[in-house]
């Protein structure tokens, strides 16, 4: 995670160095990779925050099938992220009180702007024109809508590479555990 | 196709343009994602090739399970193309002459330091030192080495999105065969 906060830092002065590539398994086994933002770590944990809509293909292939692989790469400091681990799907179903509230707390998190983007239409629909296309208004103070949902992703192995100073380390999670984690770093061949 | 390099020519004074993100599918239905670069189209066909180490995990998967998508975000233009086909993995044990053929001019079109790489040590094996990290000399006009691989990604249906215009298209392509693909495009909600 410091290494990863490191990067975040010296690759602040783009704006697209908060995106990053997730791929999942989709029906029948198709990789399915997308490009998302980072929307900051869980608190007290190394969880992974995304923004999503509840209303994608995406949530119901990752509740089949959790797994995820991020790809983010750095493109001023030259490094490469590999982070693989267990995707969370929380939406305004969950029974999980603590869950809804980290929910609640992303939404607010998020800009009114790309709260409004959850009113809209279905994403991936067909459509004839681009009469869809309206102004939506949002209360500030409102709570998150149906459409929003959130995803955490728990790292439990990260592939790094620099390609500047070509160094590769495999870093594994040791311990399970929300509260705090224990990792083992080795050193391989780039 | 058209439409990608257009998005290429208007990213091409950054370096990172021609990088993408190939997801996957590994052992146990691991989704697998990293950032790879583009070596052109194939000629006379609209598959994409990407050079590749022999001696990676990846290879073995992808003999197993030849799916991919690959994630190409333009940084610039704000246009994310979503491409998934079929992956041929091309080495130097290929019994087709007109494969061989191909990774030999994908060899050739490779910079002789790029080819340089595949003299090195595996990638991925643990390195006590960077005593690995050694001067290699390549012979310009030797052809392909053993862990020299050309993948080819032959495209089934591209999800295009364009983050300035807020639109979005879906291909899908209407017609299977190397010589010329049809293509049939769906304006769908972003």
């Known amino acids: 995670r410091a290494l990863l906060q490191r990067a975040l830092d010296a690759n602040a002065h783009l704006k697209h160095s908060t995106f990053f590539q997730l791929a999942t398994v989709g029906g029948g086994g198709r990789p399915a990779n997308r490009t998302v933002v980072f929307r900051g770590f869980q608190e007290q944990c190394d969880k992974i925050q995304i923004n999503t809509d509840a209303r994608s293909n995406k949530i119901g292939e990752i509740r089949e099938w959790p797994l995820g692989e991020i790809c983010w790469y750095f493109t001023d400091s030259w490094e490469q992220f590999r982070i693989s681990g267990i995707i969370d799907v929380i939406d305004g179903s969950s029974l999980d009180p603590a869950k809804l509230q980290q929910r609640e707390k992303a939404w607010f998190a998020s800009s009114v702007k790309s709260r409004s983007q959850y009113l809209g239409q279905s994403p991936g629909v067909p459509v004839a024109n681009d009469d869809h296309i309206k102004d939506v ?41 929300d509260e705090f984690n224990d990792w083992m770093a080795e050193k391989v061949s780039p």
């Open 137 to 177: 208004h949002i209360d500030p103070s409102a709570g998150p809508v149906d459409a929003y949902c959130l995803l955490t992703l728990d790292p439990e192995k990260v592939d790094y590479v620099n390609l500047k100073s070509n160094q590769r380390l495999m870093f594994t999670r040791t311990q399970e555990g």
